[in-house]
């Protein structure tokens, strides 16, 4: 089964921002993404009135999951806060156990479903966990997994690579516009 993490994650990674491709960028495709996430039935089928729902809550989510790298409190940005305001839900029990459900079917009722993750996600433990790379050029969803919660890339070996090489060039392009050879060049001193 799919954690509630698991599940915000890859909604969020529908967008590719680096690739630029957008698996909900027609209602059809969207209604397939939640079918195949068995979020709707078979017979439903999004508007575009819906995809325009999908969009800004993805997109806040986007953005929210940037500031879990911080770990300070935060409010919702005005797309999501406007995304969540369109989802409505109602508290059912069920076995003893308090749950948001949507309170409409149809791919609105599976768009709520996504959103009531939110909650689920911060009950279980894993919403600090939920980032986005801190590549600019990536924004890429994960779970960090490390210890400490420190993790800032999706991958150490792309994303974190990247933005090392690119930190390195521009601490030598300072350190050679100021005249500075660098930690082992010239001293000034005379027979050195």
Partial sequence: MTSPAELLRDFVNTYDVEGDADELS?????SLWLREHDLIGDDDRAMEGDLAVAIRLREGLRHVLRLNHDGMP???PEELGTALAALPMR????????ALEPAVGGAPGGLTRI???IPAAHADGSWPRLKVCAESTCQWAFIDTSKNRSRAWCSMRVCG???KTRTYRARRRAESSSGHDGEYGDTGKEGS
Wanted: glycine content about 10%.
């Fill in 26 to 30: 027609s209602p059809a495709e969207l």
């Fill in 74 to 76: 935060y409010d919702a």
């Fill in 91 to 98: 508290v059912t029990l069920s076995g003893g156990s308090p």
């Fill in 115 to 117: 959103a009531a993750l």
């Fill in 161 to 163: 690579n990247r933005n």
